[in-house]
């Protein structure tokens, strides 16, 4: 006897292949009207949107989410510019290959490969958030030429040489493939101490003390990043969350990560960020970026090298020559905004914003506000004026 499956529970999609990801003309209730495209030359199926006219904005997306993060973002700004918003590998609608490394490398090689494909001719604006800030920073540090200005979203520094990274973990080095001693991760990271990272009005974050407590208790645990590498079955916690991402994202994304706006949850939002994860081979993805931020991913060694190469003294001098601006919610708890002063010092002092009311995802909680901050920051440094006529969306006078 066969069950019929409701609309709102996953798989979702009762005639999907393993291994696909949301139907390309998939609108989720007319939230997300924008034409899919799709790249193929990194040997995969890459989603993304190219909306608009003018110069390019790109917005990069991070875990778990896909480019419907920015539904709200792309209507205001694609009225006077070019928008790009790709889904990373494994992401929203792009394909979920097993065969290749789901790790930083392969993230940053993908976005170089799509935006080469492009042919941008006026350098691009950066909106990066969680690890597409990571990947975008990655991005400009080897191409700081091609861009224009950098808005992160989420309290991360600057990326580190090796020797710094050695340091801030105490003296402890990682192994040949990439994966840090967990006392040297305790030992740089105060919220797994159990003390606070912050003050009273600064909350300590959640996600990573869950991701690392739910680990199995086994010298001989591995997280590999390739795919086809792994046990197929769920180990210990953490795998068994995020190995089931089409079912616990909203625990994820709404507690352990953070998101103030409540109100935004409704059932087509949730369906919206469960349906890229309808299986376990799906939410490869899901894992292997928290494990790959806390050291405890298996790469392979150009994928671990690669955190490095390109964090040299000219690169890093070449990015803080660009115009750089932070903005960051209060109630973050996956990325603490405690240290948002050393962040910022990372960058040559770069400005800051901190969003009251607002949690992890900002661009859930705050999307005019971001918005409206994200087009002065391009005005005021020397971006183009748009046109009144462009800016509100209405035919010129005659």
């Known amino acids: 006897m066969s069950i019929s499956i409701p609309n709102g529970i996953p798989p979702f999609y009762a005639e999907m292949p393993a291994m696909d990801r949301i139907p390309a003309d998939?609108?989720?209730?007319?939230?997300?009207?924008?034409?899919?495209?799709?790249?193929?030359?990194n040997g995969f199926a890459q989603h993304y949107i190219d909306e608009g006219e003018g110069d390019p904005i790109v917005l990069l997306h991070g875990e778990p989410m896909w480019g419907y993060l920015?539904?709200?973002f792309i209507p205001a700004l694609s009225k006077t510019h070019?928008?790009?918003?790709?889904?990373?590998?494994?992401?929203?609608?792009?394909?979920?290959?097993?065969?290749?490394?789901?790790?930083?490398?392969?993230?940053v090689l993908n976005l170089i490969g799509l935006l080469d494909s492009l042919s941008l001719k006026k350098k691009i604006t950066f909106f990066v958030q969680d690890w597409g800030a990571l990947i975008g920073l990655h991005y400009a540090l080897r191409f700081?030429?091609?861009?224009?200005?950098?808005?992160?979203?989420?309290?991360?520094?600057?990326?580190?040489?090796?020797?710094?990274k050695v340091a801030f973990f105490g003296g402890y080095e990682p192994a040949s493939d990439g994966r840090m001693p967990l006392p040297?991760?305790?030992?740089?990271?105060?919220e797994?101490?159990?003390?606070?990272?912050?003050?009273?009005?600064?909350?300590?974050?959640l996600w990573f003390p869950w991701v690392l407590t739910g680990l199995p208790d086994d010298s001989d645990y591995i997280c590999p990043s390739l795919p086809s590498a792994r046990n197929p079955n769920p180990r210990g916690r953490t795998e068994q969350v995020l190995l089931n991402m089409g079912s616990t994202s909203m625990h994820v994304i709404g507690h352990l990560m953070?998101?103030?706006?409540k109100k935004v949850m409704n059932s087509t939002w949730v369906r919206a960020y469960s349906a890229p994860f309808p299986n376990v081979e799906s939410c490869i993805g899901a894992l292997n970026f928290p494990m790959e931020a806390m050291g405890q991913l298996s790469l392979s060694p150009e994928a671990h090298v690669f955190h490095f190469e390109a964090v040299t003294e000219e690169n890093v001098a070449a990015l803080k020559a660009l115009p750089i601006q932070m903005v960051v919610g209060?109630?973050?708890?996956?990325?603490?905004?405690?240290?948002?002063?050393?962040?910022s010092a990372s960058y040559g002092d770069c400005p800051y914003v901190i969003i009251e009311n607002a949690g992890h995802f900002i661009q859930e909680d705050a999307p005019e506000t971001i918005v409206a901050l994200l087009q002065m920051f391009i005005q005021s440094t020397g971006g183009a004026v748009p046109a009144f006529e462009s800016a509100m969306g209405v035919a010129k006078a005659q």
């Open 258 to 261: 953070g998101i103030e706006n």
């Open 82 to 107: 070019r928008v790009i918003v790709p889904d990373h590998m494994g992401f929203g609608k792009s394909a979920t290959p097993q065969d290749k490394e789901y790790c930083l490398r392969t993230h």
């Open 144 to 164: 700081p030429d091609k861009i224009a200005r950098i808005m992160l979203g989420s309290c991360l520094p600057m990326p580190s040489t090796l020797k710094d």
């Open 26 to 41: 998939e609108t989720f209730d007319g939230t997300w009207p924008f034409a899919a495209k799709f790249f193929h030359g």
């Open 70 to 72: 920015y539904r709200s």
């Open 192 to 205: 797994l101490r159990g003390s606070p990272t912050g003050t009273a009005m600064v909350p300590s974050t």
């Open 330 to 343: 209060r109630k973050d708890r996956a990325i603490s905004v405690a240290k948002v002063r050393n962040v």
């Open 184 to 190: 040297g991760v305790i030992r740089a990271r105060p």
